[in-house]
């Protein structure tokens, strides 16, 4: 696995079958240190610095949560505002800065393509936890984790994607790195969220299964996983075209009656209203158990790159 060791995780793209392999297994090795059953020393001495220009809760806390579990230690902002991006500094002066600080950075920032900018300011690993309506590639990995650990494989899944997948940068990191498995996908979204035709035609070029709708109702019935994502708000250009899509999908218990006995719902979360609270109890509910997920998968990813023992 020394593959991984100062490793860049900008794009799921750039990892193969095989390393995402490595890292759910890795993964799931690091389960007791992240449930705090075990304790780790093994990245003791290593700082991690942890750049969020954009609101986070899950990424920012679950990364800080898996440095520490592994005996590390963290700094960063998780707002630009008291930094001096406020005086106009630029990204890439606070990236050679941070550099000196720390042994690797995840960024989180509003315009994509970001990360892999910050990449070329810096020799340390740099890792996207999100870059706009790009990509997040640590979501998807604890995402294809919670399904791997579910069903015991990704392999032969129906899976949908439901919601705004034109703006949401997590379904476009999960559907490449699906590429990587046989599955068989379905694109749920209203009129003008579909998926982007980049990312359409990847998954067309690789010849798996696809369709695309507007009615969710409609395919619930014969699905494995539901993944619903919510409208990304803050990513339209005008109010008023957010207004006409907004509570456009609303996964309840009513409508996942009919559904598989094993469907699992899942959704990166924050959620607003696309998931009702009383699907929660229901046996499909696996958001928060996936949340947790992405503490000890991003404590593999950091053991892997910062070359901590697993
Ligand atoms: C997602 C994000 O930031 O892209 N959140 C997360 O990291 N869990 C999803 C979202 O904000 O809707």
Known sequence: MGGFLGRDV???ADFSRKDIEAILKTAKKMVPVARGERTSRSLEGRILATLFYEPSTRTRLSFESAMKRLGGDVVGFSSAEGTSVQKGETLADTIRMVESYSDAIVLR????GSARLAAEFTDRPVINAGDGAGQHPTQTLLDLYTIWDERGGIDGAKIALVGDLKYGRTVHSLTY???SFDVDLTFVAPAGLQMPKEV???VRAQGLPLAMTEDLAKVVRDLDVLY???IQKERFPDPQEYAKVAGTYRVDAGMLRDARKGLIVMHPLPRVDEVAPEVDATPHARYFEQAFNGVPVRMALLSLILGGSA
């Open 10 to 12: 900008l794009s799921v």
């Open 109 to 112: 920032h509003p315009q994509e």
């Open 177 to 179: 790195a699906l590429c």
């Open 200 to 202: 359409v035609e990847r």
């Open 228 to 230: 619903v994502t919510r």
